[in-house]
């Protein structure tokens, strides 16, 4: 049964988690159709899930739920290291315990200075897995999966080589048109009334405009769904989308 596949053990007040590995689907199954439990377990299992599919050394810097949507950012050991700067690739696993969102896998840099993540759809990725939460998980393909985080992870290594040329250009004048016009005031550095938002601006090379930004998003209180769109206007804006990786 489903309920045999994996046990918890309370130590010092986490939990331990035993996860045959043979039987990952049922143990999701029985998982999301048991919401009883404490959405505290019910994310180490999910963090557990992806540890054991993934098959390499991952830590967990961010894990919530929005509703019935689980988001969980997942970091590689080792980072990209430039100057002062340490960032690491990483990748984030969404899913829904009521089917309203397919399990997915997208691409995540985290920036050790700030502790703040950013997101870029995993839109090129080998893999779409969806399937309803209301029945066994039979088409569940843990090797696709594993995959996808792997090719996530690639990506993410891309893009943060991208961050350095950034970090050598300085901020002209289509970009401050364009985040003034598409980017909410609220995550944009604030504007005094002595000084232009085009002067203060400009004053910031793109790497330290990109991380002022992403930092106001990733800790400013709003949904996921909400993050993840001001990510996507902001890497168009800054030249970091896949296409062009």
């Given at each position: 049964?489903?309920?045999?596949?994996?046990?918890?053990?309370?130590?010092?007040?986490?939990?331990?988690?035993?996860?045959?590995?043979?039987?990952?689907?049922?143990?999701?199954?029985?998982?999301?159709?048991?919401?009883?439990h404490?959405?505290?377990?019910?994310?180490?299992?999910?963090?557990?899930?992806?540890?054991?599919?993934?098959?390499?050394?991952?830590?967990?810097?961010?894990?919530?739920?929005?509703?019935?949507?689980?988001?969980?950012?997942?970091?590689?050991?080792?980072?990209?290291r430039?100057?002062?700067?340490?960032?690491?690739?990483?990748?984030?696993?969404?899913?829904?315990?009521?089917?309203?969102?397919?399990?997915?896998?997208?691409?995540?840099?985290?920036?050790?200075?700030?502790?703040?993540?950013?997101?870029?759809?995993?839109?090129?990725?080998?893999?779409?897995v969806?399937?309803?939460?209301?029945?066994?998980?039979?088409?569940?393909?843990k090797?696709?999966?594993?995959?996808?985080?792997?090719?996530?992870?690639?990506?993410?290594?891309?893009?943060?080589?991208?961050?350095?040329?950034?970090?050598?250009?300085?901020t002209?004048?289509?970009?401050?048109?364009?985040?003034?016009?598409?980017?909410?005031?609220?995550?944009?550095?604030?504007?005094?009334?002595?000084?232009?938002?085009?002067?203060?601006?400009?004053?910031?090379?793109?790497?330290?405009?990109?991380?002022?930004?992403?930092?106001?998003?990733?800790?400013?209180?709003?949904?996921?769904?909400?993050?993840?769109?001001?990510?996507?206007?902001?890497?168009?804006?800054?030249?970091?989308?896949?296409?062009?990786?």
């Amino acid at each position: 049964a489903a309920s045999d596949v994996y046990k918890r053990q309370e130590l010092a007040g986490r939990y331990k988690l035993e996860l045959d590995e043979k039987h990952i689907s049922e143990a999701l199954t029985y998982m999301v159709s048991n919401n009883n439990h404490s959405k505290k377990y019910r994310k180490e299992v999910w963090n557990t899930l992806v540890k054991k599919i993934a098959n390499r050394e991952l830590t967990v810097t961010f894990d919530g739920y929005y509703g019935s949507r689980i988001y969980i950012n997942f970091i590689a050991s080792e980072p990209i290291r430039w100057s002062d700067e340490v960032v690491f690739p990483g990748v984030q696993v969404r899913n829904s315990e009521d089917g309203s969102l397919g399990l997915g896998v997208d691409i995540l840099t985290y920036r050790l200075k700030c502790m703040n993540g950013a997101i870029f759809h995993g839109r090129r990725l080998p893999i779409k897995v969806f399937y309803k939460h209301t029945r066994q998980l039979e088409d569940f393909d843990k090797e696709s999966l594993a995959k996808c985080i792997d090719e996530a992870l690639s990506l993410s290594v891309k893009i943060i080589k991208k961050y350095r040329l950034l970090a050598q250009k300085n901020t002209d004048g289509r970009i401050i048109e364009e985040l003034m016009g598409k980017i909410s005031k609220r995550y944009l550095p604030r504007i005094s009334r002595q000084e232009s938002g085009e002067l203060i601006l400009s004053r910031l090379n793109r790497w330290h405009l990109y991380n002022y930004i992403t930092a106001s998003i990733w800790h400013t209180p709003t949904d996921m769904a909400t993050k993840r769109a001001l990510y996507d206007k902001l890497h168009r804006i800054m030249g970091l989308t896949q296409t062009k990786l």
